[in-house]
């Protein structure tokens, strides 16, 4: 935005350095889309950070927002004490979170060494900390083989990872990570309880030959995210229950247009990267919003049909900025067909898994979109 002429750009951060969770993740690869070569996620956070000062941006952490209200106005709380910050415009980017151990409902003891990968990371890469020697990762997902990078730079060697579907989350090759560095992969596995008093001695397994049960002496859990949307949730800004971040429009516009919103908080989950291009665009569009240059807000909805569709985002028609992007919530194959006032404009076959990234172009036919998803065809 400042590269655009916006005059004054505040960034807040609740760390003590900026950069979110690339700032905690020490192994490649980022930056390839921004920056043409890999870097390890510390380096590509400083760069970024170093790149918005350059351009004039003012970034203060250690703040933590506490409320969003009409205005825009934001409340927020560091050691100075709680005060207002009135803005003509802002944008919320407070990203994502795992799902924890008691909302997966796992069974069991409540030792200490049970953590999900953000907290891995931290106590390896920021607090250069080993918390567990033989640790048990639950998950499939990418940031899983982020966490098995991580057991590994710490000097851990994980004893398995479990995968309650059929077959690995992420995209082929990450499901050969494991195997290069001698750790099982057991699909098809449930994570039934964990063991232990002071700290985990185990855990109990259900697969395809029964229960059984491992030695460990941790368990990372891994993935099933959601956007961080604690803020958003208490506001007066509408919050889509598909993907449990805000509504928005094409321009990532809110139900407020006043406050925009880009990242991993509009869904679950993107790579640093995506999010950094989505970042710009939407960036873009708030400097015209600034300058009175943003066409207003639409009416037109964009809802799914099909019960093998799990969420879409934008919920509203709008800018071209986000394009149309979904998931779905199994396993599927049939026809995928987007249709305007009940009229199919597009579609073709899709066979798709939960947790894989389906992109499509926003149709130019003005009126409510319907993506419908026909099974079986």
């Keep these: 935005m400042r590269r655009r002429g916006v005059g004054l750009v505040l960034v807040l951060d609740r760390e003590p350095a900026p950069g979110g969770i690339p700032r905690h993740c020490g192994h490649s690869p980022y930056g390839l889309r921004e920056f043409r070569r890999p870097m390890t996620g510390p380096a590509y ?9 350059a351009a004039g941006v003012e970034i203060r952490c250690g703040i933590s927002v506490m409320s969003l209200l009409p205005g825009p106005v934001v409340e927020i709380s560091s050691n100075a004490g709680v005060r207002r910050i ?58 899983a083989f982020s966490a098995l990078l991580t057991c590994r730079h710490a000097g851990a060697r994980p ?21 290069l560095l001698g750790v099982p992969l057991w699909l098809g596995t449930e994570l039934l309880a964990i063991e232990g008093r002071d700290r985990v001695s185990g855990a109990v397994l259900r697969g395809p030959k029964g229960e059984r049960r491992v030695a460990c002496d941790g368990v990372v859990v891994t993935g099933r995210f959601r956007p961080e949307a604690t803020l958003v949730r208490s506001s007066h800004l509408a919050l889509d229950p598909g993907t449990g971040g805000p509504e928005v429009d094409g321009y990532g516009r809110c139900s407020d247009p006043t406050y925009f919103a880009a990242g991993n908080l509009l869904r679950p989950v993107e790579t640093a990267g995506v999010s950094w291009s989505e970042g710009c665009r939407i960036g873009a569009a708030m400097a015209e919003a600034l300058a ?12 799914l049909g ?9 919920q509203r028609r709008g800018g071209a900025a986000l394009g149309l992007q979904l998931r779905v919530s ?9 249709r305007v006032d009940g009229r199919d404009v597009a579609s073709r076959r899709l066979t798709a898994l939960p947790e894989r990234r389906i ?4 149709p130019a036919a003005q009126g409510p979109v319907e993506i419908v998803l026909e099974e079986g065809r």
């Excluded at 956070?45 to 000062?53: C, I, N, P, S, Y």
């Excluded at 019960?307 to 985002?313: D, P, Q, S």
Aim: glycine letters at 14%; charged letters at 20%; a positive charge.
């Design 45 to 53: 956070a400083e760069r970024l950070a170093e790149e918005a000062v």
């Design 306 to 314: 099909g019960e093998g569709l799990a969420w879409v985002m934008p």
């Design 86 to 143: 009135a803005a003509r415009r802002v944008l919320l980017a407070t990203g994502v979170r795992e799902t924890s151990r008691a909302g997966r409902l796992i069974g069991g003891s409540k030792p200490g060494g049970v953590m999900n990968t953000g907290a891995l990371q931290g106590l390896v890469y920021l607090d250069g900390l080993r918390p567990f020697r033989a640790p048990l990762i639950l998950g499939t997902e990418l940031v």
């Design 159 to 179: 004893v398995g990872m479990v995968e309650p579907g059929p077959r690995p989350t992420a995209r082929f090759p990450s499901a050969l990570l494991p195997r």
């Design 330 to 338: 199994r396993a599927v194959s049939g026809r995928l067909s987007v």
């Design 359 to 362: 992109s499509l172009d926003l």
């Design 292 to 303: 009175d240059a943003l066409p207003p807000p639409g009416a037109d909805r964009i809802s």
